[in-house]
């Protein structure tokens, strides 16, 4: 492996969207046009504290934005995707895609 | 989102295999029949602590085995996907893949 090869695909890989909870946040987020927390931590069987933890992430790149509002006096917040949170869902999928086209007849026994 | 709803594919990755830097370690381990520790540290642009702490728990699963040698009076390691490791590798590119065949037309503008 000579030093001039480009990186490897798998470096092109996004931390904050790579992360596995992350991405299934995103994931979930991509399918539906809006989701309560609640609803979220529950389809992902995560803790309150884990969700918020890489929602957070997610918020601070500007690709997750959250509305809280209350119902029936009870605080309640939603989520969704923003555009950005789209566009970085989409070149995720690419980069993964790129990987499987590359590695997929390197996996035969 | 009903709570009888199958569990979303996401949740299927495998962090063993899926964690960004354990996942270029397996394709690069793919693509070469064997390979040194200094040759995938460079590739990968990793410190030796970096990649130690990953082949650990690569090796730990099983997925990749190690062979230590000398050259040049020199020690020499060098790595290699298991069968095992092959296996986990095409099962991430599936799961990678249904996850991209799953969401890439809801990631449009």
Known sequence: MSEHEAPHPA???????????R???LAVLAEATECTFAALR?????????????????EEAGLVELRKTFAERRPRTYLRLTRAGRAAL???LDAMEQLVHRLRDRTDD
């Open 11 to 21: 470096l092109a890989l996004d931390e904050t969207t790579h992360q596995r909870v």
């Open 23 to 25: 991405l299934a946040i």
């Open 42 to 58: 529950d389809q992902l069987e995560l803790t309150d504290g884990n969700l918020s933890r890489h929602l957070r992430v997610l």
């Open 90 to 92: 989409r070149a995720q």
